[in-house]
């Protein structure tokens, strides 16, 4: 306490005289003038003691002590949020909010929700990227053989290639996801070593009644502009209506596993009136080719395969509909025969597939086992 003789008191925060017949404060055992009080301190929200508020912790909704804010709450390690400590979550020594943790364990899991999506890693120089989603089902939701085959694929260490979540519509087997990848990068990934390393594992996918293979193409591909891209996309649906007896067969699924996963829309006359319907969302993403992602139309029609010639081929049949669309008028495609689209085909693998489907110019080869 400040004081010049025994009647006269000073604020210790400004230095103003207070007179004997007005009011004042202490804070901290020091004599303030009400206006200090008033503008300069604040009570802190847990023990209620006044304190400066120069002094105090906390944030914009939260005002603490020195003591409080040490000993009763912490700081969440990723993004700075003011947590009480019976609400802080800890992993390896850091404390962290709901959210971040959850995001910090996800991310450090070897098998990641259904709904986990990180920010997808370009892989290839192309414009035309492709995404796939390959069901394996039979051999568990496992962790352990997560990591193996997380292990194949991300081997290089440098950035991440695939990533593996569960997924309800399985019995008991994992999704493998990969990040964008351009058709030659696909090629030349270790696919074939991954899937021999997951029938290895016991898994299974063409011979289940649970799997699929989904394929997502990137939409900035089809042009710059919405119009571009929706132009290519009709033509799209409408190759796939015209051709359904044709990719049914390819696609190796029954009648039955199609509709309930992959439902075509229904021939139109034009393919702007087939994106029409599509855009109605009746069929959710259990489309045939699913257009209600935004940066991406998603080609589900394939059954799941552990076979890396059908892997392939489908990806080269994806890339194909792909050039007739945005290289061909409706007209065109209305007028080219199933017959006529193969015989431009020159990519290898699917040659080689179109041929065990008896899709091809009538010549037969070895047919391998599907798995």
Same mark, same amino acid.
């Given at each position: ?5 025994k009647n006269a008191?000073y ?13 004042y404060?202490e804070?901290?055992g020091?004599?303030v ?7 300069? *301190? /604040?009570? #802190?929200d847990? =023990?209620?003691?006044?304190?400066? &508020?120069?002094d105090s912790y906390?944030d914009?909704? *939260? /005002?603490? #002590?020195?003591? =409080?804010?040490?000993?009763h709450? &912490?700081?969440?390690?990723c993004?700075d ?5 019976d609400?802080?979550y800890?992993?390896d020594?850091?404390d962290?909010?709901?959210e ?11 098998i990641?929700d ?5 920010e ?6 192309s414009?035309r990227f ?5 069901e394996i089902?039979?051999a568990?939701?496992?962790?352990d053989n997560?990591?193996?085959?997380l292990?194949i694929?991300?081997?290089d260490?440098?950035s991440e ?6 997924d ?12 964008p990848m351009?058709?030659e990068?696909?090629k030349?990934f270790?696919?074939?070593d991954i ?10 996918s063409?011979?289940?009644s649970t799997?699929g293979?989904?394929i997502?193409?990137n939409?900035?591909?089809f042009?710059d502009?919405?119009?571009e ?7 799209i649906?409408f190759f ?8 049914l ?5 029954s009648?039955y596993s199609?509709?309930?996963w992959a439902?075509?829309?229904?021939y ?12 109605k969302?009746?069929?959710?993403r259990y489309?045939a080719?699913?257009v209600?992602n935004?940066?991406?139309?998603e ?16 990806l080269?049949l994806?890339d194909?509909i792909?050039d007739i ?7 065109q ?7 006529d689209f193969?015989s431009t ?8 597939y179109l041929?065990e489907?008896?899709?091809y110019?009538n010549e037969?080869?070895?047919?391998q086992?599907?798995?």
């Open positions: 306490m400040e004081e010049n003789n008191l604020c210790s925060h400004c230095g103003a005289l207070i007179d004997e017949d007005e009011d404060e804070v901290n020091e004599v003038c009400t206006d200090c009080y008033e503008h300069h *301190t /604040t009570a #802190c847990r =023990c209620g003691t006044v304190i400066w &508020t120069n906390g914009e909704y *939260t /005002t603490l #002590c020195h003591h =409080c804010y040490e000993n709450y &912490t700081r969440c390690s993004c949020a003011l947590l009480h400590e609400d802080a800890h992993l020594g850091y962290y909010c709901s971040c943790y959850h995001d910090e364990v996800d991310k450090s899991r070897s990641h259904y709904g986990y999506k990180p997808p890693i370009f892989h290839g120089d414009k492709f995404g796939i989603e390959l089902d039979g568990g939701k496992d962790s997560a990591d193996e085959l292990k694929a991300n081997s260490g440098n290639h695939i990533y593996i979540k569960g309800g519509s399985l019995d008991d087997g994992l999704e493998i996801v990969t990040h351009s058709l990068y696909h030349q270790c696919w074939e899937m021999k390393k997951a029938i290895y594992l016991g898994y299974r063409h011979q289940t799997c293979l989904h997502h193409v939409r900035s591909s042009g502009t919405t119009d891209q929706e132009l290519v996309i009709s033509h649906l796939v209506e015209k051709h359904w007896a044709e990719l067969k390819f696609s190796r699924r009648e199609m509709n309930r439902a075509r829309y229904g139109e006359k034009t393919g702007r009136e087939i994106l029409d319907k599509a855009k969302g009746n069929n959710g489309a080719v699913n209600m935004w940066a991406t139309i080609f589900r029609l394939f059954r799941g395969t552990l076979k890396h010639n059908t892997l392939i081929a489908a080269e994806v194909a792909c669309a945005m290289n061909m008028t409706e007209d495609i209305e007028k080219q025969s199933w017959s193969v085909i020159e990519a290898t693998e699917l040659v080689h041929k489907r008896k899709l110019i037969d080869v070895e047919d086992e599907e798995l």
